[in-house]
């Protein structure tokens, strides 16, 4: 091995005028630790017990052989699993997400959802996938105390509302859901849950990238929604306006004090801009705080324009 390793040291060097890391090129033992790739350990597997019943030929006689000797495993690190999992952990404990608490239901469990995906796939191939399990749980009760902890209430209760049944490839899954309806369409659905951890050796890796359509903006969209971002009021009942800062880095300069509430909004969702009528836009501007009320949304358009003509 070492006198391959200085073959091909030599055939970087003298042909394609290339070095060698010599901290990063190691021979390691397959069968008694890991090299590592990609965020893979790649091993050698053994295991004499593990045995497959095969038949010799066309006969009818068949005998037990060793399945898995001698073939390559890719497996996940437990240091990665370790450090997936303290993202979502405080105290060797699952903890809220402040930072999601002002965002929709249905926005919280996508972003769950997404990152958790994202995780299960990219290591689909290694055989110990089933390990995800541990940090599919601790995701799972931080993603019910993010809820609970934006509708103040129990995580018990963010499970009786939450939680339901789903079929996938023909398995049951208990996943979390939040559907919106849509006039004329089919709902807007958001699923925590619901991916299976069976190891797929021949798994394919979808790495191209695929094709991004240029929508609108994410500021164009809230504009266009005409809601305040703080008491939600509309603009049937006060005008919309937009506040804007230099920099996020300003949010910063509340030191030693309470940050106001829209402070702590422009910090979470880290954008320097927020939608708001013209009341909680002069509050803001007066150093008042912003104190006014929710506004409904239950009355109709007529009845707030016979209310302005009055």
Same mark, same amino acid.
């Given at each position: 091995?070492?006198?391959?390793?200085?073959? *091909?040291?030599?055939?970087?060097?003298?042909?394609?005028?290339?070095?060698?890391?010599?901290?990063?090129?190691?021979?390691?033992?397959?069968? /008694?630790?890991?090299?590592?790739?990609?965020?893979?350990?790649?091993?050698?597997?053994?295991?004499?017990?593990?045995?497959?019943?095969?038949?010799?030929?066309?006969?009818?006689?068949?005998?037990?052989?060793?399945?898995?000797?001698?073939?390559?495993?890719?497996?996940? %690190?437990?240091?990665?699993?370790?450090?997936?999992?303290?993202?979502?952990?405080?105290?060797?404990?699952?903890?809220?997400?402040?930072?999601?608490?002002?965002?929709?239901?249905?926005?919280?469990?996508?972003?769950?959802?997404?990152?958790?995906?994202?995780?299960?796939?990219?290591?689909?191939?290694?055989?110990?996938?089933?390990?995800?399990?541990?940090?599919?749980?601790?995701?799972?009760? /931080?993603?019910?105390?993010?809820?609970?902890?934006?509708?103040?209430?129990?995580?018990?209760?963010?499970?009786?509302?939450?939680?339901?049944?789903?079929?996938?490839?023909?398995?049951?899954?208990?996943?979390?859901?939040?559907?919106?309806?849509?006039?004329?369409?089919? %709902?807007?659905?958001?699923?925590?849950?619901?991916?299976?951890?069976?190891?797929?050796?021949?798994?394919?890796?979808?790495?191209?990238?695929?094709?991004?359509?240029?929508?609108?903006?994410?500021?164009?969209?809230?504009?266009?929604?005409?809601?305040?971002?703080? $008491?939600?009021?509309?603009? *049937? +009942?006060?005008?919309?306006?937009?506040?804007?800062?230099?920099?996020?880095?300003?949010?910063?300069?509340?030191?030693?004090?309470?940050?106001?509430?829209?402070?702590?909004?422009?910090?979470?969702?880290?954008?320097? +801009? *927020?939608?708001? $009528?013209?009341? $909680?836009?002069?509050?803001?501007?007066?150093?008042? %705080? *912003?104190?006014?009320?929710?506004?409904?949304?239950?009355?109709?358009?007529?009845?707030?324009?016979?209310?302005?003509?009055?």
């Amino acid at each position: 091995a070492e006198a391959i390793k200085q073959q *091909l040291a030599t055939f970087l060097r003298e042909e394609l005028k290339l070095s060698l890391s010599e901290e990063k090129t190691v021979i390691t033992h397959a069968r /008694s630790s890991a090299a590592k790739f990609l965020g893979y350990e790649v091993t050698i597997l053994q295991n004499d017990a593990k045995r497959s019943r095969v038949k010799r030929g066309n006969t009818k006689r068949s005998f037990d052989q060793r399945s898995i000797n001698a073939g390559i495993g890719l497996r996940i %690190p437990r240091a990665v699993l370790q450090d997936k999992c303290a993202c979502y952990m405080k105290n060797g404990k699952p903890i809220h997400r402040s930072e999601l608490e002002n965002e929709s239901d249905f926005t919280i469990i996508s972003t769950y959802q997404l990152e958790y995906r994202g995780i299960v796939e990219y290591y689909r191939m290694a055989y110990n996938l089933h390990t995800l399990s541990r940090l599919k749980w601790i995701m799972q009760q /931080s993603l019910a105390k993010t809820l609970a902890h934006k509708h103040k209430t129990s995580v018990r209760k963010i499970y009786k509302k939450y939680q339901t049944e789903i079929e996938v490839e023909g398995k049951r899954y208990k996943v979390f859901q939040v559907k919106i309806p849509r006039e004329g369409k089919k %709902p807007l659905i958001a699923t925590w849950g619901g991916i299976t951890l069976t190891w797929e050796m021949q798994a394919t890796l979808e790495d191209r990238p695929g094709w991004k359509w240029s929508g609108r903006s994410e500021l164009e969209k809230r504009l266009l929604a005409q809601v305040c971002e703080v $008491c939600e009021a509309t603009r *049937l +009942t006060d005008q919309i306006e937009v506040h804007h800062i230099r920099a996020l880095k300003d949010l910063r300069t509340y030191d030693g004090r309470e940050k106001p509430r829209w402070v702590k909004i422009m910090a979470a969702r880290k954008r320097k +801009t *927020l939608v708001l $009528c013209r009341t $909680c836009h002069d509050d803001l501007h007066a150093g008042r %705080p *912003l104190k006014r009320a929710p506004v409904s949304r239950s009355r109709t358009e007529e009845e707030i324009r016979s209310c302005w003509k009055a």
